[in-house]
Nanobody, 126 residues
Framework: QVQLVESGGGLVQAGDSLRLSCAASGRTFSNYAMGWFRQAPGKEREFVAGISAGGGAIKFADSVKGRFTISRDNAKNTLYLQMNSLKFEDTAVYYC???????????????????WGQGTQVTVSS
């Protein structure tokens, strides 16, 4: 299994940038496909971005495409989410997720991931 800890959240103004990190420990990080999800108050947890185990395949939700970048450093067992041009609508708790099985596509559903971090709050003021 793998343990995940997110960090980097905070309070920023619209238009600002923020980088989230997800530190992984336990079984080999490079064997896991990873994803970022977010959950705003009163809403369901939703897919933000995903990346394959080797980093060769990436997918973004339409709402963040062109503004967010997902990356991973397998040597450091760390997943990143670079968030640029932040909007008020990006306000949410952001979660890091991992799945150990190999797939031919980037997983986008909450129930497709087996491991989750505790989340980090991102608040964007207008």
């Amino acid at each position: 299994q793998v343990q995940l800890v997110e960090s980097g959240g905070g309070l920023v103004q619209a238009g600002d940038s923020l980088r989230l990190s997800c530190a992984a420990s336990g079984r080999t990080f490079s064997n896991y496909a990873m994803g970022w999800f977010r959950q705003a108050p009163g809403k369901e947890r939703e897919f933000v971005a995903g990346i394959s185990a080797g980093g060769g395949a990436i997918k973004f939700a339409d709402s963040v495409k062109g503004r967010f970048t997902i990356s991973r450093d397998n040597a450091k067992n760390t997943l990143y989410l670079q968030m640029n041009s932040l909007k008020f609508e990006d306000t949410a708790v952001y979660y890091c997720a991992a799945v150990s099985r190999v797939f031919m596509r980037i997983l986008t559903r909450v129930d497709e991931y087996g491991y989750w971090g505790q989340g980090t709050q991102v608040t964007v003021s207008s």
